[in-house]
């Protein structure tokens, strides 16, 4: 953190904010000129408000040298981050297929959709137990019974299973039977729940929140981290923008950036970010050809029935069709699938 003092600012003023800078447990290094005085402040600055110093009558800027996370931060972690969700990696060149309904509707259904969704090369299953609905009067979802559903679909195909976390009521159920626990855009700032995830040893797949910016972003991870869990992936599901053609805005930007940033993998979910299904082949290539580090793609075997977002899930078929050309662009990246 840097601190600009007012043009000819006093000496006597200048040991006040040294005093005060010093009171926060940071040392100090002044650089005097002929007009102005910036203060750098050593040592570890992630506690410290800077808005604090902006109080002083002789600051004029605060400027932040380094990011708000420590432990999400590439810059003291330089390697990529390979994440094991149950035998499956992720990050650092393996890719994450994730493959499934919107909703678990039926033991029959889920099953028949893992096991198209498997053959044709997905490494894990994802299905919504607990549905965070904008309509209360919308389908809520199975609850445990979906999530058993789920389990005995894994057990009978072999494809861990990816599924929300919407109250920290279920969290020691979740704990015990899910190998890959969502956190939903609703829930990223749900700082509560996020400061409990520390304590499961699953890992966790945090998407974005609808209005998040990439730092609020890490930021929730890093409330996950710092609270004993790293294995965090990270999960763009496109923003709100004003363009109300599609759902949402498929950020692809985020995976350089956050690669960029972070240390964390980054998986890409183009089936909520546009909305529609014709839309999901394009972004999907798209996004592994970015660098994204996986997909997250709602595959339905009678859309047209589904009880949630039909509109833009794949049947299997184009599902199929669509991870033939993965392979192949994923071979480009030098990604495996
Ligand atoms: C989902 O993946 O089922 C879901 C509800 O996604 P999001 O939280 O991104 O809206
Ligand atoms: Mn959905």
């Known amino acids: 953190m840097i601190i600009v003092l007012k043009p000819r600012t006093t000496e006597e003023n200048i040991a006040r904010v040294e005093h005060l800078i010093k009171s926060k447990g940071l040392d100090t290094h002044i650089v005097r000129g002929s007009e102005m005085t910036i203060i750098g402040c050593i040592g570890d600055t992630t506690a410290v408000d800077p808005k604090l110093f902006e109080v002083d009558s002789s600051v004029d800027k605060v400027m932040h040298v380094q990011e708000p996370y420590k432990l999400a931060n590439r810059a003291f972690h330089p390697e990529n981050s390979v994440i094991d969700v149950s035998g499956v990696k992720v990050g650092d060149g393996h890719l994450a297929m994730i493959a499934g309904p919107c909703s678990v509707e039926s033991y029959e259904q ?120 790293e294995n965090v992936i990270l999960c763009e599901r496109g923003i709100r923008t004003f363009e109300s053609f599609t759902r949402n805005t498929l950020d692809l930007q985020s995976i350089p950036v956050l690669n960029r940033k972070t240390h964390l993998p980054v998986v890409i979910d183009p089936s909520h970010a546009g909305g529609k299904w014709w839309l999901v082949e394009p972004m999907a290539k798209a996004a592994v050809a970015a660098g994204a580090d996986g997909l997250i793609i709602e595959v339905h075997n009678n859309p047209e029935c589904a009880l949630c977002d039909g509109a833009q899930s794949l049947k299997p078929a184009k599902f199929d069709a669509l991870m033939k050309q993965l392979v192949q662009i994923a071979q480009v990246v030098g990604k495996t699938l």
Do not use: H
């Not at 919308?138 to 609850?143: E, P, V």
């Not at 019974?145 to 299973?161: M, S």
């Open 110 to 229: 889920v099953l028949e959709i893992a096991k198209a969704a498997k053959a044709s090369g997905a490494n894990m299953l994802r299905g919504g137990a607990f549905k965070p609905r904008t309509s209360p009067y919308s389908f809520q979802g199975l609850g445990l019974e979906g999530l058993d559903i789920l389990c005995a679909v894994r057990d009978e195909v072999g494809l861990p299973i990816v599924t929300e976390l919407m109250s920290d009521k279920y969290l020691d159920v979740f704990n015990e039977k899910v190998d890959l626990i969502q956190i939903g855009a609703r829930n990223m700032q749900n700082f509560d729940l996020l400061k409990q995830l520390g304590q499961v040893k699953r890992p966790i797949l945090l998407k974005r929140g609808l209005n998040a910016t990439y730092e609020e972003w890490v930021m929730a991870a890093e409330y996950i981290m710092a609270a004993g869990n």
